[in-house]
Nanobody, 118 residues
Framework: QVQLVESGGGLVQAGGSLRLSCAAA????????MGWYRQIPGQQRELIAA????????YANSVKGRFTISRDNGRKNTVYLQMNSLKPEDTAVYYC???????????WGQGTQVTVSS
């Protein structure tokens, strides 16, 4: 089993920054993708950033140039999301995800609230 523990959410003014962290506990296989999703009430959960175990990254257009995903494979497979130039529309619950591609298995964190005030 895998557990994902998130931290770092909170309230920030527009233009500010926050850093989210997610530590994976349990038996972690080396080939995986870790990512951050967000969900606004009434909307689908969307992928905003992902990083493979080899460091390849992918971003949603809405956060390119503002958010940076990184990971520390040595420190319990921890993934970070540095969020700069935050906008009110970034307000959402942010979820950490760990995915094994084959067979496809997904694990989710409990979610952390990010609120950006205007």
């Amino acid at each position: 089993q895998v557990q994902l523990v998130e931290s770092g959410g909170g309230l920030v003014q527009a233009g500010g920054s926050l850093r989210l962290s997610c530590a994976a506990a349990g038996t972690i296989f080396s080939i995986n993708v870790m990512g951050w999703y967000r969900q606004i009430p009434g909307q689908q959960r969307e992928l905003i950033a992902a990083i493979t175990n080899t460091g390849h990254t992918n971003y949603a257009n809405s956060v390119k140039g503002r958010f940076t995903i990184s990971r520390d494979n040595g420190r319990k497979n921890t993934v970070y999301l540095q969020m700069n130039s935050l906008k009110p529309e970034d307000t959402a619950v942010y979820y950490c995800n760990l995915e094994y591609p084959s067979p496809n298995v997904n694990y989710w964190g409990q979610g952390t609230q990010v609120t950006v005030s205007s």
